[in-house]
Structures are given as structure tokens and as C-alpha cells.
């Protein structure tokens, strides 16, 4: 690390009569009680959208509606506490607010919420009749009413058909959640017992919360604990704005499609990202195909906190505190209203999130990888990485238990179970969640059969899952189910990549793809009759049913499988550049196969007693001379290219875009590099296939990889993804002749 | 009561050693032997006999009559990744389990810091065996016998030193189980095996699994360790039992530690919080907070009617696991945390710290960040000349340099100003974690005492007190051998669980829980009646972890024990609703739902003999005679230099008394008494203090 270049702030200068070390104990204080506030729900709440999938936010607001503690898990939320709470103090500041108003809020297009299903309560708090701050909690509940289960509905054509919303409703008065509204809502959703119970839990803990909040204004006073926000901001702000600063001024461009199957055909709809660097400031601009009658169009809160603020706290600034200062620092354009990235009523919104909204946070990574790669401060450099793939095969199932009682599930197992971007560090993370989630988990095996009618056949790493590159992409799973002791359950399925994965970066190639299939009648109860395994899906025979990635009404009966296999992150650099060392672990361990050591790595592999292995020498050799046929005068052996950093790709030298493994020149700044490199094309799906790799080929406007490779020294610089026919210009870095 | 009970905890640096007979007690220090263990164990016995002007031979053979041993070898074991190579048989589909566990991310925002859990199990000796059990303890898929066979062979042939049989929903039926486990007893007779039915009966096949696992991975240096130390005690002519501390804050057999040594895990901070239960007991304190703060870490824990609280589920390293141990909480405020600025500029503290290797700056050793002990000696809490009764001397100067260097030179501070900055920050965070383990469970920390031992902790605790408006103080005598002496006040503990999923309101399922209940019960006393007690010395205790339908997190209640046959009015139902409400606040509970016991529970406990602690005669005085002058000390609550009276802890007799500001200086510890706090020394030798 370069400590001379990052430098802190003098945090001493900053307001010299207030004192530093009070400061932070104040600025502890506020995310303990957003902690405990957090401690609260998950230990009342019955929900494993909560509890494992850490699927809700706490945060705490000073009066005036800024930031100041938050507890983790979900970092959309950030986005989604912030629009509510200042919604609400716009609507109802000053006359019509008392101590002790509930709030309910979950309306994506009037009160920040991600989607509908995210049930969010604001609260004010009061100190003998002043306002002195704001509590919010929020949580996925598993269900919102509408057309669908779960609160994501495939199929519905408007937000109406959708669920029922809450414009920042005021739901109860002096802490106590009001009788009309409970009967309103008791016949308005499908679980209406668990939904006033988690409802219950987000105002016990803003009720902690609030306790907390007026014992400390007790021991500071009003204006002296102002006085500390202020400063806690200013401090956030100032060592945010000196990491931008540190990256070159300039913009940073990317694009992305946004996929939907749902209505027969498999349709993609553009998107893209300019990030402009311009001095210590960052401004996001955003363009999206016109909005779509299917539930991807992305909220306001899924763009700037799933999409910009997640990718900024995990990449860039993720040792700065957060609060409002953080968002100062940026600015947020997604032009006219119409568009999947700013849709109007009636678009539908149930999966903002984790479709448009994840795309955009997939392109923001991007350029955040982008631009570090290219500053002279060599921790951002560092900072370069795959991308998450944040997309996995959700599914939510609906039906009638044996014991007579309605079931609504939400396995969070291939949700979570999803692979992180590959970092310069090392190897993505395996079974990393979305990037928004933090502390994500899944029920084990034996917590889904005690609750739910299922039986669970296997749980494994989806092999080939994590995108190959110098440093792998983390790996997704593999899990199959059916039911038991039950018959007949009805499904919702919403993936959001099985066309186009996590990309990699630097050379590295993208995470395989996720999938739901379901192997139908198919002759698992026989083999379990006469006692044979069922642990893997060679082991059965049945009519494979490989289903669209965003379909309502999947019928799920005995003697079905249902088997779904999650997408892997992103690779970071050439993977011709991996260590055959670790190939050969990754082999062992079973997250790669045979085929994706070959075709990917450029492995050889041979068998010794039974046991595939990689060897080193040869996999060198065979590296070397498959290159040398696309650079035929490559001047290094790509073992002596090979460098520790991963991240290494394309960096700056003075005037020059150059080839960090050789230092090759690659043109003048003010060209572009990618005209300099040796390209090859190929189909993404043969080289897929090939490789033993999850995807969905399209048919219409296949997709394919441009892999460009250094004139001199053969490594692999870039992997980009191209869609036939479009001609968009691919992610890259423009300097700014100002 | 002649007879001499010797506890010795051994800890990361130093292996402390208690020998208390009578009245008398006699402290002991050696230094942690990391190659053998027991090494450390026998200088310090050796410094104990000598003070007792007796041999070694002589006091184990005619004068102990009680060792009990806590340590860290265990989590030693994990910390360090050095484990044994284990195989494992596991419930075919289901190999990746123990390797990916329930999904890694953390809550760190840095996407750098999300890594993937160390593999302590290569994939290659993690075996599938044809065979499942469903949740109603069915035999779906009967075992395959020769595929065990072969698999057991083939892990021998790979050269594994133990293995753990992992099989889902043996909690329903370990008949499978059992079966491999035999397989592998007479196929591999010295092969060590944990099933994880014997690991941990409750369900949850993730953290059942790696309990048993992480028992097979720190069998070989646990086993090698409690071999060394009974065969050591017994050449130098010990006959009573050698015991061990477990992470409940009760002993262990050697024979127990054998088969689970897992259970050692964590004992070391258990044995002061045992301790601090004796204290609570011996002065009647409902709720007490303790805490003590090592080179790495601070520790704490609440007291609540002279009971430890216990967490269930609890962590080991990365791993989750089902052990229960003394809900201690740890956060990473040690003496050698390191001091500095955080990416705004801030000062902070930790988490890292300099260890024992290379230290603080002021030991000489190599270290060139500052730590909290570099503070406290430019502030002048610490002598330099004196540090551990004249052991060491510590490089003040070196110290002053780094902490300008690291945090003044930013802020415009000396390197007083930013020891004091430092101090404040220590004391706010210990002051969160107590808050953590008092407000959150519902206990108000100002009607709590607050217990602080350890070398180094009695230099902060007062403003801890006053960062919570706690009153009451007590620093034991023997503060820095606390830990061990509380080895010495535990009691033999025995905690068993069983997974029912048992729906309260369903009565027609009563029998059943009975019988689990008599079962449980049978089970507890004859181990511990094995261990050498009588049954009418056993006290069993009865409780469950409960949830409403629909949750998926229990919550632990006590039970009488016939609680369960009881409806309506004081029946369980009413006393969970009333318990839950307790914990999470009125109208939380699930009145709509039905109430599901997950898991019965039944502790065993028999009462091993204490020391017996008489008070001295207390006679009230001025603590004058005691005083040895005064010493400039930088007070971080004053945030000036000020001429601090110094008194020395051998001069002060039972009834002693004084008011701050003052420095208390015992051979091996420093208790500040901040301006307005008033100490007196009490018949049991112990500081209390009221601030």
C-alpha cells in the first residue's frame, strides 16, 4: 500500500475547537444503536428473509433528515432509508407529525423503496416535544399482496397488479400500530400473521433505537451532538473526497443489457454508465432502453444504492465511515423519465433491484475497476476487480403443506449461494449473496426439511462457476430439491443473468451463468424405494424441463426435481497467467472440470492413479505456443509475463497506454489503446460449451467475447462482451481534455 | 482443610499459577511454553513450592489436593490452522458442506476482505457415503457398508489421523452413525472418530459438522498436552484427579478431554468469569459486569444471579459450531492493540495488535507502532523502571517518538495528548462492549458492579465505571492470577441437548417428551456419576430452547423439571411469552403462533470443594502508611500532569482507605483511582471502590 498517497485528512483541522476523539466516540455511539436496533429485529423476527438472508437495514437519521448510523446487511438500503425518511419530513414537517407516528413506507416510486416486497417503518424521535432524529427499519417480507408471492411477480404487466403500496402511510400513533390498519392489511396479503409480526419487530426496534438516541442527547445536549454530526459528515466527506481525487480525471464507459424471457421471446435491453471523475467529485450518468411492462424497471433507490452506492463502499471508499457525507461526494443523471434506469407509474418494479439495478452496479464496479486500474496510487490500482455476478436462481413457492397449512417458501440457498468478483487480493469469494447484501446466509439443510416440505438431494459447488483469470471468480452452487410429504406447489421464478454473466476484468472471462431446470416425473422416489443414491443428477432419470428465468405458475409435483445451479463472479487477469498450481487445487477441489482447465487455462492435464492432475511444465508449453498462433512474434514467455498483481492489464505511462506485463507501448492517451492490441472474436457459447460452463446461448443476437491480447507479449488485457449486430462502443476510459 | 488446590491457566504469553491453602495463596508465574505446554505448567509449580518451602515431589505428592488446568491450545489450534489431517464420511450430496459452510460474507464493507473459510478438510479426504436419514428419523437410503469399508481405507492409506462421520439428521436416528463409527473401530482401531451425534445432538447439520471435524482437527495436540501434564503430575507423585477447564466454566476429566476436547475450547477467559461469579456469591451481587483485558483483547461478561450467562451456537475461528460456551464478549482493546489514525485522520485503536511478537515499542523488541501499554507508560501509569515488580524496564522515550509519529505529529498533540486520546478511545470502546452484554439482554450497567482484574485493566476500568455512571468497583486481590484462581471455583458441569421440534400445544405428543426428558436426564447423571460423584451430589438442571412456529432463531428458557407437563396459568406458554417480551419488549410475542421446544436441555452440575475464604477483621484507617510518594501522571480525565500519590498494596491492611487521585501499585498490577473515587481495601483483600 501507498501510505504517502493516501494520506488521511488532519482530522485535527477540521473544526479545531470540537475534539476528535469525542467525535468518534459519538459517531460509535450512532452505529450502536442502528446495531442494536438491528440486534432487535433479527432476534423477534420469524422471517429467514431476516434472519439468514439478512435481508433489512437499520438506520438512524439527526433531525433534519441526515444520515448519521447505519447497521449494514443491505447497502441498497441506504438509498431506499434516505428517500423515506426525507419524503416523509417533506409531507409532513412541520404541523403533521407527533411524537411516537409509525410510518409505513414500501412505494419504490414515492418513498425509496428498493421494490414492494421491502416493508420499510420510519419513526420520529422525540425529546420532551423536539424532534431530535429519525429511526428507520426495513425488511423483505415474504409477502406484499398482488399478483405473485414474495412480492416479485414475473408476470405482472403494471406496479398495480404487483402489491399493495404504502406511500409513507401513517400507520399508528404513540408507538402503537393502529387496529384499522392491521384489518386492512390482514386481508390485503397471504401470510397476514408473520407480515404484522415482522411489522411488529421494525417498530420494536425503532423503539430501541429511540431509547438510545434521547440518552444521548441527554449526555450531550442538542446543539453540542449537532455540532459532532456535522463534523462526522465533514470528516466522511473530506476523506472521500481525497480517494477521488486520487483517481484521473476523466470518464470512465460502460454498457450492459438488461434481460427478459417472460413473455415467450428472450428480450435485452440496453443500459450504460458514464462515471465522470472530475476532481474530487464523481457524477453517474445513466441511459436505459424505454421502460418495459415486466417488473425490471430499476427505482430510485436501486439505482443509487444498489447500483452506485454499493459498488462505491465495497471497492472505494470501504474503510470510510458512512454517512450523508459519502453522498455529497456524488451526483446521479438518469435522464428523461420513460427509461428502464427512471421508469414512471405504471411500470412495475418488483425486481428493480436485482435486474436493472444489479446491471448498474455491475457497470459502476466496472468503471470503479476502470479508473483505478489507472491511477498512480497503487492501492487503487489495487482495487480493480472482477464482477460480482449479484444474480442467482431465486424462486418462491407456494402450496398446501401436508398438515393442511399454506406454505409460502423462499429458499435463499441459490440466491446467496452466488460467486464475488474476483479480487487482485485473490479469488473472488464463494457463495459471496449480492454485492448489497452483507453478511448473507442460508439455511442448512436440515433447518429447510424441519420447516418446509422439501427434501433436499445435494448442495455442491456449481462447478466451472467462477470465471476464469489469473484470479478466479468465487464460485456459485449447485442444489437440487422436491417435494415431500406434499404434492402440487406452484413457483415464481426471477433470474436475472443467463445470457450474459459477470463479467471479468483486466483478461479475465466472465462467471458461468445461473439455470432452473426441473427434472419432471422423474424416478427419484423408485430409486430411494430401493434404497439407491439420488445425489446427483447422473443418478436420475426423468424429462429435463430447463425453465425461462422469469416465469409465474411453475407447477411442482412428486416425483419432480427441482435443480438450480447459481452464477459465479468474474475473473480478474489472463488466466494464462494462473499459477497451473492452482489450476491443479481448483481441479481437485471439483470447482473446475477437465474441460475448463483446457479450454480456459490452457491446462494439460494427465491422469496418475486415478487422479486428474495438472502439469506444469507442459501447461506452460501449451500456453506459449496457443498464443504464439495469435501473436506469432510474441517477445516474452507468458510465465515471465505472469505478474504477482492480478489487476494488471492496461495502466498509463506518461503519454502512453501501455501493456503492464511488458510495458509494451499501446498508443498515445489520446488514442485508443484497443486498436493497438491483437483481437479475436469468438461465439461466448461454444467457448462455454467447450469449457463445461453454464449459459443460455441466444439464438437471435448470440453473444460473443473480444478477447485483445498485447502485440508483444501475448497476454490477454481485456474480455469484453459483444451482442451481434450492436455496435456499442466497449467499456474503456476517455481523458478529459479539460 | 489442609490440603493446597493449585489452578494454573495457561495464556498466550504467561501460564499463571494460583495455590491457595487456608487463608494462604500463593501466585506464580512462568512464561507459555508453546512447544510442550506443560513445561510452563512445571516451572511454575516449582516458583509455588518454593514459596510454600517445599519440593515439587512434596507438594503434589502430600499437599495438592486439587489441580485444575485452563488454556489455549485449542483456540491456539484453530488461530494457527495446525491441526490433525481428518478424514471425513459425510451424507452423499453433501461433500461441499463443511467446505463452504452457510455462505462467507462478513459485514466489512471491503470486498477485499471477503475470503473464503480456511479448509482445514482437503477435499480429497471428504468421502460421500451412500445413505439418508429424513427429518422423522426415516431410513431412506440404507448405509452401504462396503462403501464405508473402502472409504475408511482409502482415508487411512491417505494418511489421515482421525475422522469425523458426518450424517444428516442422526439426531433423529444415529443409527448410521453408529454403524460407521463401528466400521471404522475395527478396521483402524487407533484412528480417532467423532460422530457428530457425539459432538453435538442438535440439529443444524453445518455447525454440528464442524464441531465434530474441529474436534478430530485438535484431538492430536490436546491429547498429547493432557498426556504430558497427568504423566508429569503423577511421576512427581500427584494421586487426585487432574482436571480441566472448559469453555462452560466447569471441569472436565482427562479421560473426557480425550474423547471431546473440543469443549476446552475459550476456558481461559471462562476461569475469570467463574471468578467473578464466586465474588458474587460471596457478596451477594445480583448483576455483575467483568472484564479483562489482555495483550490482544478485552473481555467481558454480565453475572446475573451469580450465574454466567451461556451463548449457544458459538463461533471457534471462522467456524460456526454448536458448543455452548460463557457468553463473553471480545473486542480487540489489548494492551498491545496497535495505536493510530483511520482513513479520516481519526485516531484509533486496533484491531490489530503487536502480540507478544514484536510488543510494544517501550519492550525493545522490534515494535515501532505504538500500542495501548506505550500509552500508559508515557503517561506515567506504568513505572519504567519497575514494569512487572523490576522484571523488564521499558524504553519510555522510544514510546513518546512513536506515538508523535503515528497519531501527534497529524493532530498537533504531544505524545501525552495522544496517550490520553488513546486512553479515552480504550475506555469508550470497553464501555460499548458492556453495554453490549448488559443493555442488550435487558440489564440497566448502573445497578451492575463492575468486577476488573488482570494486569492491566484495573488502569481503566474506573473511567469505564464512570462512562456508564456504574458506582460499584471491585479489583480482586490476586488481580492478575484471577483467572486461574476462578479455575479453582468451578463446579463439574455437564450439558447435554436433544432436538425434539416439539409443538407445545400438541399434547397427544407429551409421552414422547417425557421419555426424551427421562432419557436426557439418565444420560447426564452416569456421566457424571462416572467422573466419580454421587448421585445425591448431582443437581440437575432442566431448560429448552424454544421458538414460536414460524421462526427460525430459539431463544434458551429454564425449566423446572416437570414444566413440561404444565398448561395454562405458569405453564410454559405464559412463561415464554412473558420471557420473550423480557428480552425483545412488551407485545413482541407471537400470541397468534404456536410455541415449538427445538431443543431439551439438562445440566448436571456436582459441587467440587472450593477454597474456603474466610474475611479478615476489617479495622477503618487512612491508607497513609501505605503511601510511598508521589509521581507525575498525565490523568487522561484531568488531561493534565498532575503529582499523583503512589501507594503500595503491601502496605495496605484490611480497612484501608483513601481518595483519588491515586496510583495503587501491585507487583504485578496498577489500579488508578480517578479524582472523587474513594478505595478501601475489605476483609477479603479485594480493592472496592466507589466512584
Redesign the interface.
Known sequence: MNKQAVAPTHAAHLAPELDPITAEVVRCAFDNIADEMAVVLLRTSGSPVLTEAKDFSAVVFDAVGRQVGSAGYVLGHLASSRIAVQEIIKKRMPDDLEPGDIFICNDPYTVGALHQGDVGIVMPIHQDETLIGWTFTNAHLIDVGGVSISGIAPQAHDCFEEAIRFPGSRAGRNGVLDREWIGFIEVNVRVPISFINDVRSLIAACHAGAVRMRALVDEYGVDTLDHYIDYNIGLSERAFRERIALLPDGVAHTYDWVEYDGRGSSDLHAVSCDMTVDGDQLRFSFTGAEQLDAFINATPSAVAGGGIMTPLVCQLAFDIPFNEGIWNCIEIDTGLPGTIVNPRVPAPVTNAHIETGMRLGRMVGEALSITGSLSETEMLRGRAAGQATSSGAGAAWFGVKDDGALAIIFPLDNLVGIGGGAQTTGDGQDLYGFQTTLAVSFPDVEVHELVDPFFVLWRRFSLNSGGAGYHRGGMGMDQAYMLWKADKFSGSLFISAVELPARGFAGGYPGGASRSAIIRSSNVLEKLKSGQPVSSPDKLSGALDVLPAKVSNVPLREGDVYWATSSGGGGLGDPFHRPPEQVDRDLKDAKISRAAAEELYGAVVGEREGVLYVDDAATWDKRDRLRAALVPNKRHSLKESACENGAAGVTVKSDHWCCSHCEAKLGMLNQDWKVCVVPRRRALGELFDKAETQLRTREQQPVYVRERFCSECASCLSVDIELEGSERTPPGFRFDAA | MSGISIGIDVGGTHTDLIAIKGDRAVRAKALTTHDDYSEGIFVALEAAATEFELSVDDLLSEHAQTFVNGNTIVTNAVTELKGARVGVLVT??????P??????????????L???LPQIV???CIV?I?E?I??DGNI???LQRSQVEQAVKRLIAQGVDSIAVCF??C?RNDAHEREAEQIIRDIAPKTFVTCSISAASV?????RWMTAILNCYIQPPVNSFVTRVSEGLRKRGYTKAVEFFNGLGGVLGAEEVRKLPILLYSSGPAGGAIGAAALARRYGIDNLLCGDMGGTSFDTTLIHHEKPIVAQRCRIGSFDTAISLLDIISIGAGGGSLVG????????IGPQSAGSMPGPVCYGKGGTIPTMTDCMVTLGFLRPDNYLGGKHTLDIDAARAALVAYVGD????DAEQSSA?AY??AV??MA?AL?GVS??RGYDPRKCTFVAYGGALPMFAAAICRALNITEMIVPNHSSAFSAYGLLEADYIRRKSVTI?WTVEDRDKLGGMINTRDALEREVSEEIEHAGFSRDDIQLLHGADFR?A????E?YMDLGVDDILKEGSGGMRENFDAAYEE???P??A?R??NLMLINYVVTGIAVRDKPHIEPVEVHRQSADSALTGTRPVFLPDARERVDTPIYDSEKMGPGAWFEGPGIIEVRDTTIYVPRDAIVERDGYMNFRLKL
Open positions: 452423499a450430496g453433501f461433500a461441499d458442506i467446505r463452504f459452510g452457510r455462505g462467507n460474507r462478513s459485514n466489512e464493507f471491503d470486498d477485499q471477503q475470503v473464503n482437503p477435499k480429497e460421500e451412500t439418508r429424513d427429518r431412506v437410503v440404507p444428516l439428521w439426531t440439529f443444524r447439520e453445518y455447525e489514525l483511520d482513513s479520516r485522520g481519526v485516531p484509533k497529524a493532530m498537533g498533540w486520546g479515552s478511545l469508550a470502546n460499548n453495554r443493555i442488550r421440534g414460536y414460524g421462526q427460525l432463531n431463544m428480552e425483545f419488549g407485545e413482541t407471537w397468534d403462533s
